[in-house]
């Protein structure tokens, strides 16, 4: 069924605005096959609100992949932010009756969330040697947060998620040998469990919103939240891929693996070895290379015709690049 935004974002100001509120902008700003997010504002009897709708487009499926639903996700940056990160305030959760599907509205954060910008950007010049050890401290409260009775959370962990990977490069049927040889590697190096905590799931640099003045601004993209080792976070935003042009920073291109541990342990996040930092970074070195290769793949067979896919899937070479150089410096 086709849902009418627009007009489902004028009776939502009226909603959250009060009698007479009137909606003075709305636009899209991005939407995949099943995601859609718009910036919009009203003018209600409090005065302008300027706000963010993220809406699944197509009916949520649990079963497929490792997304969550969009009231999960608004449930987590809930009770994550009430433990004091630095997340959107969730202004409403949108019921049947507003007509736009599944979806939640968020008050908008001011700041960029491009990666190569935050990189390379001289706005960001006076902050960036401080984003790291920020990027450390903010995780410290999402991973102390307990989620929410009766969300059903994927628990995870290293062993799991290396069988989880193998299976679809297996179903691939693809033989790339320095894929072959980091499986091989990290099923040798698996870190002993620790405690699961929550995790944000895809936390790296183009999911995180920055500001120039202060640095980290707020955390988003939380559909991939799941529980597990904490040091995943970590190393997801060590992975190359989210370095944007800035290999010699490891830490989402702008710091230092010291600066991020450094940063975590100060806010009282429990110490990080950052041997496994790194094993969780090779993983996802690894776990980047068998999307891209999946993503190739759905455009070769025919699955898929965006141009996109086949784009992202020439990456995989980059993946085997960087397990290179991770496979001769070791964990």
């Keep these: 069924m086709t849902v009418d935004v627009r007009a489902g974002l004028e009776r939502l100001a009226e909603r959250l605005g009060g009698a007479g509120a009137r909606l003075t902008e709305a636009q899209r700003l991005s939407g995949g096959a099943s995601m859609e997010t718009w910036a919009f504002g009203f003018e209600g009897k409090d005065g302008p609100e300027s706000l963010i709708l993220r809406r699944r487009s197509v009916p949520f499926d649990p079963e497929n992949g490792r997304a969550i639903s969009l009231q999960t996700e608004a449930a987590l940056i809930q009770a994550t932010g009430a433990k004091g990160a630095r ?8 019921e049947e009756a507003d007509g736009l599907g599944e979806a939640y509205v968020m008050v908008r954060v001011a700041g960029e969330t491009l990666g190569r910008k935050i990189t390379s950007d001289p706005r960001f010049d006076a902050v960036r040697p401080d984003l790291a050890r920020q990027c450390g401290e903010v995780l410290v409260p999402i991973h102390a947060t307990p989620p929410p009775p009766g969300l059903n959370l994927k628990v995870t962990d290293g062993q799991i998620e290396i069988e989880r990977y193998e299976e679809i490069y297996r179903a691939t049927g693809a033989e790339r040998p320095i894929l072959e ?7 040798k190096h698996v870190p002993p469990p620790v405690e699961p905590t929550l995790l944000h799931g895809d936390f790296r640099n183009g999911n995180i919103m920055f500001d120039p003045q202060i640095g980290v601004a707020s955390v988003l993209d939380w559909e991939l939240a799941h529980v597990g ?13 989210w370095r944007f042009g800035r290999p010699d920073r490891p830490v989402g291109g702008f710091g230092d693996y010291a600066d991020l541990l450094a940063g975590y342990a100060a806010a009282g996040g429990r110490p990080i070895e950052v041997s496994r930092v790194r094993f969780w970074q090779m993983l996802g070195s690894l776990r980047w290379g068998v999307m891209c290769l999946g993503m190739y793949l759905s455009w070769r067979d025919g699955v898929t015709k965006s141009v996109e896919r086949p784009m992202i899937g020439r990456r995989v070479s980059e993946t085997e690049a960087d397990l290179v150089v991770l496979l001769e410096e070791g964990l």
């Design 87 to 94: 997340v959107p305030h969730v202004r409403h959760v949108c």
């Design 229 to 241: 080792d904490p040091a995943e976070d970590m190393g997801w935003i060590c992975t190359n891929s």
């Design 181 to 187: 040889l980091a499986f091989q590697y990290l099923r």
